[in-house]
């Protein structure tokens, strides 16, 4: 990988969002799984999480705009949305739901709404991330698809 | 022969490769990421997002599935009502999933029945290991398959203790046996444990004559057609619930699934759980004189079949066999090869012998420990030689029988193998002939040897005598449970062929690897084991011992499935008619 130019980019680009702590441990698994079977292993289930992903956000954001809080709800979205990042291991997506759920548990509607808030940023910004990320990718060539440095 | 409509065998000698999971989840992405982990892992990956769509997969295929792994939260019914689902109609190990590791949802999962709880993100490392989960059920069953048949033959399988106490039949020394017996009773309880709508219902004891009954409803409806509610009715019993019929029902099937299975994979399987023959159980238990020795090669095995054959033997050899023992009892002390008295196979081995034994023959006490003596006294070689398939399709066509009483197809079969090798001389019981029959046939080696081995090792000779008295005591109680062996046996003309049995002790000693000291003229004249039968039906008789004609209950024992094991015996020539017999019985 580090031979080609473009792979070492790919390589440093990577690290970094290891680095930044926006993708944990799951996603190392995901490339884990990656082979000539599933040869676009990753990408497909980024992308599967973003489309799936965006349904939650939105009824979040509907529950939102529903005075009172439903807590209850919200929290059971949020759960779900959760479950739902760590599959790729969003990491700070991840964090932001898990504080979410405990305003959700203690009442604190403010902090609902400014967590929810922070949780769609680092959601969109991972996504951009990821997106440069798997083209990247694919310009590096098959060889430089995203797979753990033996 | 299959034994359930739509039963597809999972995985062959791979195991745990080919482990056939149903994954639930609404997650998508979860969903894609699990089935790729699971494929990785060689497992036959299902995906379902939803759980009645999950459900309707599972009773659609019954058998179709090994596992299940579920999330817990999904939108169209809750996860732990999936869990109980599968619990109690299929019964089927039940892995749960969650994001969300509260202790609070973790012990909910738990109470609910399922046997692990993971949480996400899942690594691939804990898919793996999921297959113990099957691997420990499996085992489960198939002491609380000995245990509902030790209910039945309580007398029978103990050594002389309290065998009968709790009904379970314990098979070995009478601490083996007490250990059984508490195991059998906590494996019932646990598995009513497990099952989430049993421990919401008073236990159901399903007796021997509970179950007699509903055999006797299973084969008259047909085994394809069965349904609880049928089963129910036929079975007239006011208080007992469609729910309970189902759950039994349920295990029955795995039971004869498994039996079905056990010839080829169990092997080992089965070899595990008689590894250490408890010598002194089995010993003690039959208390058989040196005529054990005969069976000692098979003695764990044997010795369950044994006990089964005892029991068997009883009701059918009742006439026979007096005269047959007696006849092989002299044989067999001379026999033996090494004039080990009976080598009892260690008293764990015993046990497990007892295990697979007793539980489905009630016996198994008895059958143990006649199979420590065939053990101890075949030298640890010989047995080899002995089929154990034999013994396992032995040990199989007496679960069948009661399907409480057969001891446990693996285990059971183990023991039979070993014991009827030997047994030959001894005519125990009707079951034990055909065990012997069918051991030899089969061939079952893996388990057996193993078994076997253990049991040699283990037995001594005085132990090995003991088994055989123990048998006599539990006569009375073999009656019972000979009943359904019986079945089996009738396949093995329990009468008949213990008499040839007895007179072919010798020569089945001769052929089998050092016979089996037909302990059973020594053994009380009521325990007509036709031990032998099976052995020496496989050696001598041909095809017409087979024909039990003397099988009192045949209605009881699923015939067919009995003789399912035995199919697998190229020499057994009668086996194809026991088949036919058997299927004519179950049919």
């Known amino acids: 990988m580090e031979r080609n130019p473009m792979g070492r980019q790919l390589a440093i680009m990577r690290q970094s969002l290891f680095d930044q702590g926006y993708l944990d441990e799951q996603f190392i698994q995901l490339e884990e799984l990656q082979d000539d079977a599933n040869p676009n292993f990753v990408e497909e289930v980024v992308t599967l999480y973003y489309r799936d992903s965006a349904r939650l956000i939105l009824n979040i954001e509907q529950a939102l705009e529903r005075k009172p809080f439903d807590f209850n709800k919200l929290d059971d979205y949020m759960h779900q949305f959760k479950g739902s990042s760590s599959s790729i291991g969003a990491k700070k997506v991840k964090a932001e739901s898990t504080l979410f759920r405990e305003y959700c548990k203690s009442g604190n509607g403010e902090g609902c709404t400014r967590t929810f808030q922070q949780l769609k940023k680092e959601y969109a910004t991972l996504r951009k991330k990821l997106e440069a990320y798997f083209q990247m990718a694919r310009q590096a060539g098959p060889m430089e698809t995203a797979c753990r440095p033996k | ?587």
Request: aromatic share 6%.
């Open chain 2, 1 to 587: 022969m299959v034994v359930e409509s739509g039963f597809s065998s999972p995985r062959n000698d791979a195991f745990p490769a080919g482990l056939r999971v149903l994954v639930v989840d609404d997650d998508p992405t979860w969903l894609k990421i699990l089935e790729k982990m699971l494929k990785k892992c060689s497992y036959e990956v299902t995906t379902c997002c939803l759980a009645r769509e999950a459900l309707n997969l599972l009773r659609e295929r019954k058998d179709g599935y090994d596992i299940v792994i579920s999330d817990v939260n999904m939108p169209d019914m809750n996860g732990f009502k999936l869990l109980e689902h599968v619990g109690l109609e299929m019964d089927l190990p039940v892995i749960m999933m969650s994001v969300d590791g509260e202790t609070s949802r973790v012990m909910k999962g738990v109470q609910h029945g399922a046997c692990d709880y993971l949480l996400k993100p899942i690594r691939m490392k804990e898919l793996r290991n999921i297959w113990q989960h099957v691997f420990r059920k499996k085992i489960h069953e198939v002491r609380d398959i000995e245990s509902l048949e030790g209910i039945e033959s309580i007398q029978i399988t103990r050594t002389g203790s309290d065998l009968f106490d709790d009904g379970h039949l314990v098979g070995g020394e009478d601490t083996t046996s007490v250990r059984k017996r508490k195991d059998a009773e906590n494996k019932h309880d646990d598995k009513d444990l497990s099952d989430p709508s049993s421990t919401k219902k008073a236990r159901v004891v399903w007796t021997v004559d509970l179950h007699q009954k509903f055999v006797k409803a299973v084969n008259q409806i047909g085994f394809d057609k069965v349904g609880p509610k049928k089963i129910l009715d036929l079975m007239n019993v006011p208080w007992l619930t469609r729910e309970n019929v189902a759950s039994h029902l349920q295990k029955y099937r795995l039971y004869l699934s498994r039996l079905q299975k056990e010839s080829d994979s169990k092997n080992s399987f089965i070899g595990m759980k008689h590894s250490d023959p408890p010598s002194k159980d089995s010993a003690a238990s039959f208390g058989l004189h040196n005529s054990m020795n005969v069976i000692q090669d098979d003695v764990s095995n044997d010795t369950s079949c044994f006990s089964v054959n005892n029991l068997l033997a009883q009701n059918v050899d009742l006439k026979g066999h007096e005269g047959n023992r007696k006849g092989t009892t002299s044989v067999p002390v001379s026999e033996h090869k090494g004039a080990l008295p009976v080598d009892i196979p260690d008293p764990h081995a015993a046990k497990s012998l007892e295990i697979s034994f007793d539980h489905s023959l009630g016996s198994v006490d008895s059958g143990i420990n006649f199979a420590s003596f065939n053990s101890t006294n075949a030298a640890q070689n010989s047995w080899s030689e002995i089929p154990e398939i034999q013994f396992k399709q032995e040990c199989e066509s007496l679960l069948e029988n009661g399907f409480n009483q057969l001891p446990l197809p693996g285990s059971q079969h183990h023991m039979r193998t070993e014991y009827l090798q030997p047994a030959a001389s001894i005519s125990s019981g009707p079951s034990i002939t055909e065990k012997v029959a069918s051991s030899s046939r089969i061939g079952v080696k893996p388990l057996y040897d193993g078994y076997r081995r253990n049991h040699v090792k283990h037995l001594s000779p005085t132990e090995a005598v003991e088994l055989f008295p123990v048998q006599s005591k539990n006569q009375t109680l073999n009656n019972q449970v000979f009943e359904p062996i019986s079945v089996t046996t009738s396949s093995m003309k329990c009468q008949d062929v213990s008499l040839n049995c007895l007179t072919d002790l010798e020569f089945g000693q001769r052929n089998l690897n050092g016979g089996v000291g037909i302990p059973l003229a020594s053994l009380t004249g009521d325990l007509q084991v036709c031990w032998l039968q099976g052995d020496c039906y496989a050696m001598n008789f041909g095809p017409q011992d087979f024909e039990c004609t003397e099988y009192n209950d045949p209605a009881e024992i699923p015939f067919h499935l009995y003789d399912a094991p035995r199919f697998d015996h190229e020499h057994l020539s009668d086996s194809t008619e026991y088949s036919a017999i058997d299927q004519g019985l179950f049919a």
